[in-house]
């Protein structure tokens, strides 16, 4: 991107920018916490050159590991892979899964959350404007999934997540839409409100408040950083057009190569997130269109998602690897079994959870091995080869990674640099023993499986829905959440008898 490009599009993040969270970006970081928009510049490259290596402050989360803490932390036994965690993160950890594992305790808990996070509540009941309920659900459930509500919260959790020894973060902005199949009902994050650029042409608002809080998400992030792009947050006209299975406006598709370029600048990759299947025809056309169009090296830009709970996923991803190969780009295959089945219409997703863990487990296989045997014979004789790929398992099933890396490293001894690139990411606040498991998993010369953490960052209002989509997450998985619970428990015991001795 050239200076001039560049400066452009600074400041059309800062003359359009509405958002009361790209506000407070400016106003953290900005020198005299000013709001006055001519600082944004330097506040800009503030957050580009953000210095990953320097010491942090205390404070109570993961996210907010002191950088004393986090040496005793390392130094201390690793006899379990929580050891490394701070004990008032421990603890918090240990009282929301204690909670969500308990169906007597996560009912109503989700009930109060779904009823706070309806928009429109009045002052009282809204998390955003009582400053007392604010720091209620900010301390016991927001710090535990979330990164922050403005730049300055959110680089520390960064800088304290690429310390544990993760790759990198997925750095996701909350603002998304959901649709409901059995109620038909859509939650929009706003109205489709109009607003004039200078060329005097018409431009959603709703579109400009993503573009620039996207935007702001990609300064945020560096090298080993991803920026994960809920698409459907920038409201209803793009919404319209995925769920008729379009590409959206002239000005979402803008939006994205600018956001697409800036990652590019600042080393960091895209992912396209899958979200209700209402939308997916949509938004899988854009990923597609734009893995087309910005992967063109071997390690790709942008990233697509794939929902292995989804009977159809198989053959939709047959398809894209052999466009791909085709095309000549590189493919972004991220693996989910996906996180919609509460609202998607059950009848597209496999009859039992075996069914998607053999989905799921089949599809690593075969791309690991490139057995194009369920794919179309992909790589076949006389076939279309296999693409370019690399492959993300963003999964907390610890069966599933632990298999998954194995079968990466057998592949590394027989291919070396030519087996396919294998990544792993677990979301912030959850799996954390599996995430550090994995990073425990060394190789014989001493190297980590790439272990990111994916969390979410945006005013505590915007990020309630995806906060109880995580609560709905872990009733539904009871059987890890105990096994995580056990872990947990475990490792607070063994502190207190080492504490003791
Ligand atoms: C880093 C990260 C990024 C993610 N990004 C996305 C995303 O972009 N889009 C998205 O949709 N999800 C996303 N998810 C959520 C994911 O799809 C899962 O909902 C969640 O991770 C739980 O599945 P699992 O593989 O971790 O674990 P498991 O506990 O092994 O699997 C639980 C999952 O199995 C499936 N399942 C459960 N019961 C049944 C049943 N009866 N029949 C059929 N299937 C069943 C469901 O998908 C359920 O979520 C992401 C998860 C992570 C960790």
Redesign the pocket.
């Known amino acids: 991107m050239s200076n001039a490009t560049r400066e452009i599009l600074r400041s059309r993040v800062v003359k359009t920018s509405c958002h009361h969270n790209i506000a407070s970006f400016y106003v953290a970081r900005s020198p005299v916490r000013s709001k006055r928009l001519n600082h944004v510049p330097r506040v800009w490259m503030a957050a580009k050159h953000f210095d990953h290596s320097k010491n942090i402050s205390t404070s109570s989360s993961i996210s907010s590991l002191s950088s004393q803490e986090l040496q005793t932390g390392t130094e201390r036994s690793t006899s379990t892979p929580l050891s490394i965690l701070p004990t008032s993160y421990l603890l918090r950890s240990l009282f929301v899964s204690s909670v969500t594992s308990k169906p007597y305790l996560l009912s109503p808990s989700l009930s109060i959350l779904s009823f706070l996070s309806q928009p429109h509540r009045i002052a009282l009941l809204s998390t955003d404007r009582n400053p007392v309920l604010h720091w209620i659900v900010k301390r016991l459930l927001y710090d535990q999934f979330c990164t922050g509500e403005n730049a300055a919260e959110v680089q520390k959790v960064m800088k304290e997540m690429h310390k544990f020894g993760f790759l990198g973060v997925?750095l996701t902005y909350a603002k998304e839409t959901t649709f409901d199949h059995k109620s038909k009902k859509t939650e929009v994050p706003g109205s489709v409100l109009q607003q004039v650029d200078d060329a005097g042409k018409l431009q959603c608002a709703e579109i400009e408040t993503w573009r620039a809080g996207t935007l702001q998400t990609v300064y945020m992030c560096s090298d080993g950083d991803k920026i994960?792009l809920k698409l459907t947050g920038a409201g209803p006209t793009v919404t319209e057009a995925f769920a008729a299975g379009q590409l959206p406006s002239k000005q979402m598709l803008d939006a994205l190569d600018e956001i697409c370029e800036a990652a590019r600048e600042n080393k960091a990759q895209i992912i396209i997130?899958?979200?209700s299947q209402h939308f997916q025809k949509g938004i899988a056309k854009t990923a597609v269109m734009l893995m087309k169009k910005y992967n063109t090296q071997k390690a790709p830009l942008v990233i697509q998602?794939y929902?292995c709970?989804l009977k159809r996923t198989r053959d939709g991803l047959a398809k894209d690897l052999a466009k791909a190969a085709q095309e000549g780009w590189s493919i972004g295959v991220?693996l989910?079994?996906?996180?919609?089945?509460s609202t998607d219409e059950r009848s597209r997703?496999?009859?039992?959870?075996e069914?998607?863990?053999k989905a799921?487990d089949g599809i690593v296989r075969d791309l690991l091995r490139r057995d194009g045997d369920g794919f179309k014979g992909l790589g076949k004789p006389g076939n279309t080869p296999w693409p370019e790929m690399s492959v993300f398992l963003?999964?907390?099933?610890k069966n599933?990674v632990m298999a998954a890396h194995k079968l990466n490293q057998q592949m590394v001894a027989e291919e070396g640099a030519k087996a396919v690139p294998l990544e792993f990411?677990?979301?912030h606040g959850?799996?954390d023993s599996v995430s550090f498991s994995l990073l425990n998993a060394k190789n014989a010369q001493g190297e980590a499986p790439k272990v990111s953490k994916?969390s979410t960052w945006g005013s505590l209002g915007e990020c309630l829905a995806y906060l109880l989509r995580r609560a709905v997450?872990n009733r539904?998985?009871a059987s890890?959440t105990q096994d995580e619970l056990d872990a947990l428990r475990a490792e607070v015991k063994r502190r207190m008898f080492s504490f003791g001795r």
Do not use: P, S
């Not at 989910?336 to 089945?341: I, L, P």
């Not at 997703?349 to 959870?353: A, G, L, P, R």
């Not at 963003?394 to 099933?397: D, F, K, S, V, Y």
């Open positions: 997925i994960a997130d899958a979200e998602t929902q709970y991220k989910v079994r996906g996180a919609y089945m997703i496999h009859d039992t959870k069914d998607t863990d799921y963003a999964t907390h099933n599933t990411a677990q979301l959850m799996a994916c997450e539904e998985a890890r």
